[in-house]
Structures are given as structure tokens and as C-alpha cells.
């Protein structure tokens, strides 16, 4: 690929994947369609001349900053081809955080024989597979994403022998089992930091990201924390500094060593050995870092959130770690992989994703969940929109090689229904219309827990009703950065991860049927009218919904294989064939919540599915959501 200079133009860049990805999300960002640099004179400007454009904003160290990042990158993605069948593209899986999902010994935390409890409703749910948020030792600053020892199960949890009953309890029932794993940073309780801290002599002395301060009290750079505050923590032990991208216990792992990574790879070939399926792996594009450490750019890390993102999101041996990563381990036993890769765009991800790299299965990208310009903590509705518009780049861009997930919720976001429509006056058309999207589209769908009955936000009153270290230190922050208290609670409020973590509603009774005794964290107080067993009879639940649209697409193979066509055009809908064959579907959706007029008739399909009652002939009702049959 030839070099990027100031004098290649913005159209240029737009062909290569690195500044595909990084065009296309700041003028995401700013609410612009990326066609502007395809077919506008736009796309004709040098890159060096936006520094004039922005009157300066974007600066000459922006520039070399951004020249660095292009450069990086020599690969481009293959195109073409048919796709290759596999088990995980036609499966649904679902996420469960034990901790929140069901409590078998009443001490108020969810557990693997909890779990074990609730497998029949996964099965009958039609769930192929259960990506299971972390389970093993530790000391619980971040819910268990900070391991302290990666061979022993959480106490809370239960014991190894239960997570062996729980894997073989879930291939009997045919489903398979994901675990996740955390391999960009331990605990900094793991005995390979404590070792690394206090044994000059110790065997994993470079196993953590440690460097000398630039002078008494300051850190080696000017990186943040994702989780607020710098990203360094200062140890007199060994008058060194220890990175840590998250929590101030969460301690990133020297990838560049390669005792490290054969340590990680021992690790997940012991669970492979043990049996289980396949792996979603934890913030793992941010595993390789800039060598040298540079300071981050601060235009940079205030469009991004914090400093240095720039120098690991999608560093210089990513490609290299994640296709040794699984020569060595789950390529072996072709186990299923699932990357969280966050500030990848589509370009970008077809590069760890593309079946002929050998690198990852599938990736979680995140574009698609906050609004263009906002962020998880804006005070704002969800539009559905821009992200119809972002998936369906996914599904048209992204190539035969590589496959989508789909998914709006997980343990670290807000509920999607709440997001879109505060008032919940819409609750259960826009929870089905989310069900349609996920179960038409080409990806494998990811629901999450409690998703599929329609659980919403929880009004906490309070910020000791927060249990989250992200949102506590994102609270801390505001109020030192002199944000009254009130207001700075009502901000965390609004992206809180704790919204996603009030307990899974089983039932009417106490606690919602997860525990009989005192829940770790708030039960939402909806749940006597949001729960499962009040939609297991009910044949119009989001349950049953989801139930429903599962069958749909295990039974039409257009829905998983079927190629993506748009329908038409239109602002506030989202309309689109899925054809495989002589097989085509018709999927619709009103996106906003007022009723618009159908471009096209629906006059000669047979309709499978909808959100409402009755379809009418040329209007959409808020949110409405038809799945048909076209002759
Ligand atoms: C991932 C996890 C999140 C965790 C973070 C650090 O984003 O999903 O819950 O806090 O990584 O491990």
C-alpha cells in the first residue's frame, strides 16, 4: 500500500482500512453520512489541508498523530467468495452475569447451580449458546473482570465441581458453553503482580506494563483510565509505575513478552481441555501497546474520552498476538472466539475477522449503541436511526469473509427500551422491534439477560445505591471537577452499567424469585410486572416474541445465510430483504414513534411476524415491526 502523506486525499485515505474506520467515525460523530468522501468534491481534499478547514482544531500534531496510525497498517481486506457455514453464524446465544442472574443459596449473589436452574427456560428460550460474563477468582473490584487466579471458580459462585456439572448439564441439552476471558490485565491481587511487586528477583518481574515516573510523583505518560483518573498506579516496592487501562486493581498484562503470552495460552487451553466451547475475550484489541509509551494526544483524548486510547486501541502487533493466540490455543480445538474490540470500525475489525487471517471468529464493535456526538452518559433519547444506518453498513460492507454480531445490550450498557423511550409508553413495541432487528439481520444474535422479557432502567434514588467502579469513579470525578452532587449523579445515572445489572426478574415474588435473601444490588421494583413467569402464559409477551422470531429463523435459512438487500431508501424506517435462493423475507420497521407511510406495498407477501395486532395497508405505527414472506 503506498505511504500516506498530508498530500493524499481524504477519498484515498477512505480506501484504506485504518482511515476507512477513523473517517467514517468522526463524521459519525458529527452526524454526517461517509458517502460526503466518496461522492462530494469533499473527498478530493488533501488531508493536510483540514488543519486550514478546522481553523486549526484539527493541528499539525493531530496530523502526525493520524499519518502514524495510517501508516500502521499495511493489510488490506480480501473481498469475494461464498461464506463458509458454521455453527456459531446460526446460533443465538445468550449472556448471563451470574452474578445478577439467579441465586441458589440465598446469599444474595447469583451462582453457577443458579444457572443450572434456569438451562430449561435457556433451552426452551431456543438458545444455542450461553456466554457466560466471568466466573472465576477474584477479589470483585469490577465484577469479577479482574481475575486473581484464572483455575479456581469465584467462592460466590460455587465450586469447580459445579462449573463441571454446569458444562455437562448444557451439552446435554445441546447448547454450548462461552467463557470469558480476561487477558488484557489481571487482578492486581493475582499472585504473578504480588510477585511481580514485591520479589526482585521473581519470574514475572516483566510480567505487567511497569516504567519509571518522569520525576517524583509523575507518571511515565499522560494516559487515562477508562475508568477515570491516570492509568498509572506508583509502587515504592520498586520505585515503578504499573499501567492499568481500567481499574486502579486491574493491571494490563506485558503482551510484548512472550512468557506472558504462552502463560495465557496455557490457560485457555486448560479450559478447552476441560471441554468448553469457545471464548468471548475482554477488551482484547487493546492488548498490543505503542512501543515507547508516547503521551497521548490531547485533541484525541478529549473527542475519545481519555488519553493515549490512540496508542493501543488497535496497536502494532495486534494482528501478530491474536493469530499466535489461536495457533496456539482454541484454533487447535476449533473453539469459537468473540472479541470486544472497542474503537474498531468495519475495515478494521474485517482485519481480525476475516476467515484467511486465522485471527478472530467475530468481534463486538460498539458504534451502533451510542448516538452520533453523544456519549453513554448523555442526557438524551436513543434514536434508532443512526443505528439502522450503522448496521446496515455492517451488513453490506463487512464481506463474505467475515460475519456480524448483533447486539444492543450486555452487562455494561444501559437497557436498549429504556434508552429509546423514557416514558415507556412504547415498551413492548420497540422490545419487539429490537427482537425483529436481531433475529432477521446476517450476524449471530447476542441477547442479554433479561432482555427477552422487556427489563428496563432502574430508577436508583441515589449514589449509594451504585455498586458499578466505573460509574462510582466517573461520580467522584464529576463532583472533584466541581459538578454538585445532584446533577453529577444524575449524569452517571444516565449510562450507569448498573442498569444492566439489577437482578434477572423471574417472578412475583420476593426479590423476583432471584434470591431468597438479600440482593447485592437492587431488585428493579418493575418486577411484579416484568417478569418470566408472567410472560410464559401470556401469547403476546416479549417472551414468547422472542420465542417465536428464534423458531422464524432456525427455520428459514434466508434469515442466517440470505443476502442483505436494502428495500428503499427512507429516513425514519428500516426495510430490507433477506434472499437465499428462491427464498426471500421482507423485514419493515418504523424506527421513530410516529406513524409514517410505507413506500412500498405489502399487498402481495404473507405476513410471519409483527409487533402489533394487525398490519395496516399503507402506514407504519410507532415502532411497528412486520416480518413477511414474499412469493
Ligand atoms: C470489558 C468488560 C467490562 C470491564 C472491562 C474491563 O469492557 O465488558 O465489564 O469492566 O472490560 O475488564
Known amino acids: 500500500m503506498k505511504k500516506i502523506s498530508r498530500e493524499t486525499t481524504l477519498k484515498e485515505i477512505f480506501k484504506t482500512p485504518v482511515g476507512h474506520d477513523i473517517l467514517a467515525k468522526v463524521l459519525y460523530s458529527v452526524g454526517i453520512s461517509s458517502s460526503l468522501i466518496e461522492k462530494t468534491m469533499f473527498g478530493n481534499l488533501k488531508l493536510g489541508s483540514l488543519t486550514k478547514i478546522t481553523l486549526g482544531k484539527l493541528n499539525d500534531s493531530f496530523i502526525d498523530e493520524l499519518l502514524t496510525l495510517l501508516n500502521s497498517e499495511k493489510d488490506v481486506p480480501t473481498s469475494g467468495g461464498e461464506i463458509t457455514r458454521k455453527w456459531w453464524k446460526e446460533a443465538v446465544i445468550y449472556q448471563i452475569y451470574p452474578r445478577s ?30 456466554w457466560c460474563s466471568p466466573i472465576y477468582d477474584s477479589p470483585n473490584d469490577d465484577n469479577g473482570y479482574d481475575i486473581r487466579d484464572y483455575h ?49 528477583n521473581s519470574e514475572y518481574r516483566d510480567y505487567f506494563i511497569w516504567r519509571k515516573g518522569k520525576g517524583e510523583g509523575i507518571p511515565p505518560n499522560n494516559w487515562e483510565s477508562i475508568f477515570s483518573g491516570s492509568a498509572w498506579n506508583y509502587y515504592p516496592q520498586r520505585d515503578e509505575w504499573a499501567l492499568h487501562l481500567f481499574s486502579k486493581k486491574q493491571m494490563d498484562l506485558n503482551w510484548e513478552n512472550l512468557k506472558v503470552r504462552n502463560s495465557l495460552y496455557d490457560i485457555t487451553n486448560w479450559w478447552l481441555e476441560k471441554g468448553v466451547d469457545g471464548f468471548r475475550l475482554d477488551v482484547i484489541s487493546f492488548i498490543s501497546k505503542q512501543d515507547g509509551l508516547p503521551d497521548g494526544h490531547e485533541l484525541i483524548g478529549t473527542l475519545m474520552g481519555f488519553k493515549g486510547v490512540e496508542h493501543y486501541f488497535y496497536g502494532p502487533r495486534l494482528h501478530e ?23 474498531t470500525g468495519i475495515e478494521m475489525s474485517r482485519l481480525m475477522t476475516e476467515d484467511v487471517r486465522g485471527e478472530l471468529d467475530v468481534v463486538f464493535s460498539f458504534d451502533h449503541i451510542v448516538n452520533p456526538g453523544k456519549t453513554p452518559y448523555s442526557d438524551c433519547s436513543f434514536d434508532l436511526r443512526p443505528m439502522a444506518k450503522n448496521l446496515e453498513e455492517w451488513q453490506t460492507q463487512y464481506g ?40 432477521t439481520l446476517k450476524g449471530t444474535p447476542f441477547i442479554y439477560q433479561g432482555q427477552e422479557i422487556g427489563m428496563t432502567n432502574c430508577d436508583f434514588e441515589n449514589v449509594s445505591e451504585l455498586h458499578d467502579v466505573q460509574s462510582l469513579r466517573f461520580y467522584k470525578k464529576l463532583v472533584k471537577d466541581s459538578t454538585k452532587e445532584d446533577k453529577a449523579f444524575r449524569t452517571v445515572l444516565n449510562g450507569t452499567r448498573d442498569h444492566a445489572r439489577t437482578p434477572m426478574q423471574w417472578d412475583s415474588s420476593l426479590n423476583a424469585g432471584f434470591t431468597t435473601g438479600e440482593p447485592w444490588i437492587k431488585v428493579n421494583p418493575n418486577y411484579t410486572s416484568i417478569n418470566a413467569q408472567l410472560q410464559e402464559t401470556s401469547k403476546t409477551s416479549i417472551l414468547n416474541f422472542y420465542r417465536e422470531l428464534i423458531k422464524l429463523r432456525k427455520s428459514n435459512p434466508a434469515l442466517i445465510y440470505g443476502e442483505f438487500i436494502r428495500a428503499h431508501d427512507s429516513k425514519n424506517s428500516f426495510s430490507y430483504f433477506r434472499k437465499l435462493g428462491d427464498d426471500t423475507l421482507f423485514i419493515e420497521m418504523n424506527l421513530t414513534n410516529r406513524t409514517v407511510t410505507r413506500k412500498s406495498s405489502t399487498d402481495k407477501f404473507k405476513l410471519l411476524s409483527s409487533n402489533y395486532a394487525t398490519t395496516l395497508k399503507t402506514k407504519l405505527r410507532p415502532y411497528e415491526a412486520n416480518i413477511y414472506r414474499c412469493p
Not at 447469583?110 to 438458545?127: A, C
Not at 491474536?322 to 487447535?332: A, I, Q, T, V
Open 101 to 130: 442472574f439467579k441465586d441458589s443459596d440465598g446469599d444474595g449473589i447469583g451462582d453457577i447451580n443458579g444457572i443450572i436452574e434456569k438451562l430449561d427456560y435457556l433451552k426452551d428460550l431456543g438458545v444455542d449458546a450461553i
Open 152 to 200: 479456581k471458580i469465584m467462592r460466590e459462585f460455587g465450586s469447580m465441581e459445579d462449573f463441571d456439572r454446569l458444562l455437562d448439564e448444557i451439552h446435554k441439552r445441546g447448547m454450548r458453553l462461552i467463557m470469558d476471558l480476561v487477558f488484557n490485565h489481571t487482578s492486581d491481587e493475582h499472585e504473578w503482580f504480588q510477585d511481580s511487586v514485591n520479589n526482585p
Open 321 to 343: 498476538f491474536l493469530h499466535e493466540f489461536r495457533e496456539n490455543s482454541f484454533g487447535k480445538y476449533d473453539a469459537f472466539t468473540v472479541g470486544e474490540c472497542q474503537g
Open 400 to 439: 463474505n469473509h467475515c460475519w456480524p454480531t448483533l447486539f444492543v445490550e450486555n452487562h455494561d450498557v444501559p437497557r436498549m427500551i429504556s434508552k429509546v423511550d423514557k416514558t415507556n409508553r412504547y415498551k413492548n413495541e420497540i422490545a419487539k422491534l429490537i427482537a425483529t432487528m436481531l433475529l
